[in-house]
T-cell receptor, first 110, second 114 residues
Framework: GQQLNQSPQSMFIQEGEDVSMNCTSS?????WLWYKQDPGEGPVLLIA?????ELTSNGRLTAQFGITRKDSFLNISASIPSDVGIYFCAGGGSQGNLIFGKGTKLSVKP | DVKVTQSSRYLVKRTGEKVFLECVQDMDHENMFWYRQDPGLGLRLIYFSYDVKMKEKGDIPEGYSVSREKKERFSLILESASTNQTSMYLC?????????????FGAGTRLSVL
C-alpha cells in the first residue's frame, strides 16, 4: 500500500533554532497536510496544501507541496519551547483517506 | 470550530472484556475514522465509515469491529480485549467528497488492557 517516509524521526534542538522536516512517497497525492500532536492530545491541523508547488505559511511555520506531488516539507523558524510535540505529515488522495507519516518528535531545549 | 469528542480519556480493562470506545462529532461530517497510535508506528487506520451504517476495513481491523447507527457517532468495539490492544486510540472525522481531506481528531483514549 501507499507509504510515507517522514524524516527525521526525532530532533533535539536549542530554542531559537530553525527546524526542517520532510515527507516523501513513491505515490502521488492531491493533498498534503501537516499536523502537530501535543503530549496526551490528538493531532491538530497546522497547514493544508492543495496544489503542486504551493508554499503556505502559518506564523513561524512554512510548508510546501512538492512539485512532483510526491513530497512535502515543513519548516519552523525561531523555535520556542511550546513547539515541542510530534509533527505528522499526511498525504490525501481522491478517496478521502489520509496516509500518515510516522511522525517527527521535536524536543526544544530552553 | 469542529469538535470531535471521545467519551473517555483513559480506560483500564481486563483481558477478555468487551470494550466500547465512543466518538461523537458535531459538524455533520460524512466520514469518520478510528486509528490506533503506538510509539514508532505512527497512526494506523483500524476502520472508517463514509455514511451511516457503512463501514470499511482499514489496515489493521483484526480484533476490532465498529458501529455507525447515527451520522454523528462512531463506536469502536473490542469484542474480547487482549494485552496487545493496549494503545492510544484516536477518532477523526472529515467532510465527504470535496471536503479537502482534512481530518479533525479527538483528544484520544488511552486504553490499558491488563
Amino acid at each position: 500500500g501507499q507509504q510515507l517516509n517522514q524524516s527525521p524521526q526525532s530532533m533535539f534542538i536549542q530554542e531559537g533554532e530553525d527546524v526542517s522536516m520532510n515527507c516523501t512517497s513513491s505515490s502521488i497525492f492531491n493533498t498534503w497536510l501537516w499536523y502537530k500532536q501535543d503530549p496526551g492530545e490528538g493531532p491538530v491541523l497546522l497547514i493544508a496544501l492543495y496544489k503542486a508547488g504551493e508554499l503556505t505559511s502559518n506564523g513561524r511555520l512554512t510548508a510546501q507541496f512538492g512539485i512532483t506531488r510526491k513530497d512535502s516539507f515543513l519548516n519552523i523558524s525561531a523555535s520556542i519551547p511550546s513547539d515541542v510535540g510530534i509533527y505528522f505529515c499526511a498525504g490525501g488522495g481522491s478517496q478521502g483517506n489520509l496516509i500518515f507519516g510516522k511522525g517527527t518528535k521535536l524536543s526544544v531545549k530552553p | 470550530d469542529v469538535k470531535v469528542t471521545q467519551s473517555s480519556r483513559y480506560l483500564v480493562k481486563r483481558t477478555g472484556e468487551k470494550v466500547f470506545l465512543e466518538c461523537v462529532q458535531d459538524m455533520d461530517h460524512e466520514n469518520m475514522f478510528w486509528y490506533r497510535q503506538d510509539p514508532g508506528l505512527g497512526l494506523r487506520l483500524i476502520y472508517f465509515s463514509y455514511d451511516v451504517k457503512m463501514k470499511e476495513k482499514g489496515d489493521i481491523p483484526e480484533g476490532y469491529s465498529v458501529s455507525r447507527e447515527k451520522k454523528e457517532r462512531f463506536s469502536l468495539i473490542l469484542e474480547s480485549a487482549s494485552t496487545n490492544q493496549t494503545s492510544m486510540y484516536l477518532c477523526a472525522s472529515s467532510q465527504g467528497m470535496g471536503g479537502k481531506n482534512i481530518q479533525y481528531f479527538g483528544a484520544g483514549t488511552r486504553l490499558s488492557v491488563l
